[in-house]
């Protein structure tokens, strides 16, 4: 059923302009990075998941994005990613850059949940055998805890580095003032942030907004942007009304309450500039986001190559102008 007979493309590494420098560690991530939080569960064809892969991999994308909890079921996309690190993968194990999380809700009781010590620690080593492999490259605490104290959760970031379980380690959707503890007291431990992963693009400005993606870039630490098209809001799937295949009839992350009038007005000026760059809408959104200062990378999904395609090549579409940035800056919801 795998495809183990897999080479990789001679051209992989072609564009050395594909990649960027996570802060200023000693790590390149490609601009287009691709997640696994949908399309790779027990509901997806194992077969088109693991040629989505190998697609990303050919055309220079090493790093993968993974969390305890992503699926469906829960647990189910680093089963099949293990798969495929397995099988087809297994000879570029040096050349992927493979990311985790714990943080979200994993199993029942006091400890499958938030920041605690013994849930990273616990949960990171269950990762560790659903793919099937040593040490993952980098690993984040999923989100912020009021309740546990920053200092537990970030002790076991760096004992987790320490062990050799993980390479690097990273913050995501952290408030400001968490975010800066957290960076110095990683500094002090020698285990420093590789980087941060939020939710920016042309809806959500968030952590330009809040100061964090500024604060990041003034301290040398890499930022990864989550969710870049809006979840295919900002792709242009829904401005013909819901496709069968689409993300709001399969999933509940994104629901049909969300396409307003005003929602379609406002993406209206995002497709004007797409058409008249003869691009597509996703590539103009993903270009926003690689355009703003302190972006190393965006990690985008996707349920199709041809989707995965279409947004690869925004990495090489040429600059947007200062024209197109006032508009597009302008776009609100
Ligand atoms: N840290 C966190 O808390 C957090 C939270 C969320 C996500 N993430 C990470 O971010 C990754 C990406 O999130 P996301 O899947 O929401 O990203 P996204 O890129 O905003 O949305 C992906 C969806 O958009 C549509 N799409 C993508 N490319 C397209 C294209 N070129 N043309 C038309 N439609 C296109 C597809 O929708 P259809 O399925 O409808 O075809 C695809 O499933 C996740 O896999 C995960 O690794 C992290």
Known sequence: MENANYIASDTRYSHPEFYRRSGNSGILLPKISLGLW??????TDFLLAQELLHYAFDNGITHFDLANNYGPPPGAAEVLFGQVLNSSFSSYRDELFISTKAGYEMWAGPYGNWGSRKSLIS????????????????????????????DETLQALVDIVRSGKALYVGISRWPLHATIYGLEYLKKEKVPCLCYQGRLNLLDRSPINEGILSFLRDNNCGFVSFSPLAQGLLAGRYMNGIPSNSRIRKETSLVADTLTDELHH???KLKHISEERNETMAQVA?????????VTSVIVGASTKEQLADSIQSAYCPKLTQEELDVLNKIYI
């Open 38 to 43: 949908k399309n790779f569960g027990h509901t």
């Open 123 to 150: 949960s990171l080593d269950q990762s560790l055998k659903r793919m099937r492999t040593d040490y993952v490259d980098l690993f984040y605490i999923h989100r912020y805890d009021p309740a546990t104290p920053l």
């Open 266 to 268: 406002q993406l209206l």
């Open 286 to 294: 993903l270009n926003w986001i690689l355009h703003q200062d302190g």
